[in-house]
């Protein structure tokens, strides 16, 4: 199946990010969000991450324009109707991506295959809201998109081998690196990333060491680039409890429950670097 122009559903941190990423690559991409305001925001956002490429010799700067004018921003999501591939991305709620699955199954045509970048949600449950269930699968992004090389691959229970296929075929042609994952609450990565926050989060919860210790000893004990609170300002607290919930609902093993303190700084609106306050402040 020939793919040449994607529809990306959602403009946030991730969405600007894969819009970003499948335009470099030299698909054309309509990038779909309910707020102008983020649609705004995204472009601004790609527009600095694409010179930021620049400096680094990834591309020339008399290329950006080009790359800018094969993304599409739009708040009626009827246009996502022309494209070939969607790729949703909108915020960690199931019953949110249920919702979009279900109208993106009427709008496009039945031959599109619908991914959805979630880093935690039943691609089954997202399949089976649709009427093309063998049409549907997982396509996790790694934060920040432009950077990461790895894309997570989940495939459903009902997904095709055709499906899979084209899928891994498309992340290539965008640089990546696919792994396969089989349809399990928090897939490779988050399984193991996120509760490795969480006891960060205990053990800052407890007064057993600062956030700045804490982050200097995974950083320096374990050669990790950033430590794990300093990556959850990073991925949103909101995000990191919303994956923490989904996993300890489907495993209902108390080693996955949230951290009240995680609870507690989502519910005061403390999510990171996107509100300028988290574990650290970033006024």
């Known amino acids: 199946?020939?793919?040449?122009?994607?529809?990306?559903?959602?403009?946030g941190q991730m969405g600007n990010g894969i819009a970003h990423v499948f335009a470099l690559s030299g698909f054309d991409v309509v990038m779909y969000d309910i707020s102008q305001d983020q649609l705004d925001k995204a472009k601004v956002t790609i527009e600095k991450n694409l010179k930021r490429q620049v400096?680094?010799?990834?591309?020339?700067?008399?290329?950006?324009?080009?790359?800018?004018?094969r993304i599409v921003a739009t708040t009626n999501l009827e246009h996502i109707?022309?494209?070939?591939?969607?790729?949703?991305a909108s915020p960690e709620n199931e019953q949110l991506k249920v919702e979009l699955f279900k109208k993106l199954d009427d709008?496009?045509?039945?031959?599109?295959i619908l991914a959805s970048n979630t880093s935690?949600?039943?691609?089954?449950?997202?399949a089976i809201s649709t009427k093309r269930p063998d049409k549907v699968l997982g396509m996790h992004f790694m934060n920040p998109v432009p950077v990461m090389k790895l894309v997570e691959m989940i495939r459903g229970l009902t997904t095709s081998d055709e499906t899979y296929n084209t899928a891994?075929?498309?992340a290539k042609k965008l640089g990546k690196e696919p792994v396969l994952s089989k349809d399990y609450a928090g897939f490779i990565v988050n399984r193991i990333l996120?509760?490795?926050?969480?006891?960060?989060?205990?053990v800052l919860q407890e007064g057993i060491a600062s956030a700045e210790d804490i982050d200097k000893a995974m950083k320096l004990g374990t050669n990790q680039p950033m430590g794990p609170l300093t990556l959850a300002d990073f991925i949103g607290l909101d995000t990191v409890l919303a994956i923490q919930n989904v996993l300890y609902e489907n495993f209902k093993d108390p080693k996955y429950r949230p951290a009240p303190l995680l609870v507690k700084m989502v519910e005061?609106?403390?999510?990171?670097?996107?509100?300028s306050r988290g574990f650290y402040s970033y006024q």
Do not use: C, W
Not at 56 to 69: A, C, F, N, Q, S
Not at 81 to 88: I, K, P, Q, T
Not at 107 to 112: C, F, N, S
């Open 268 to 275: 005061a609106g403390y999510l990171g670097r996107k509100t």
């Open 1 to 11: 199946m020939q793919i040449e122009r994607v529809g990306v559903v959602g403009a």
């Open 194 to 202: 996120i509760p490795m926050i969480n006891e960060a989060i205990f």
């Open 120 to 126: 935690s949600i039943s691609i089954t449950k997202l």
């Open 107 to 112: 709008i496009v045509d039945e031959h599109v």
């Open 81 to 88: 109707a022309s494209v070939d591939y969607v790729v949703e």
């Open 55 to 69: 400096k680094k010799g990834v591309l020339k700067e008399d290329e950006i324009e080009g790359v800018l004018d």
């Open 168 to 170: 891994i075929e498309l």
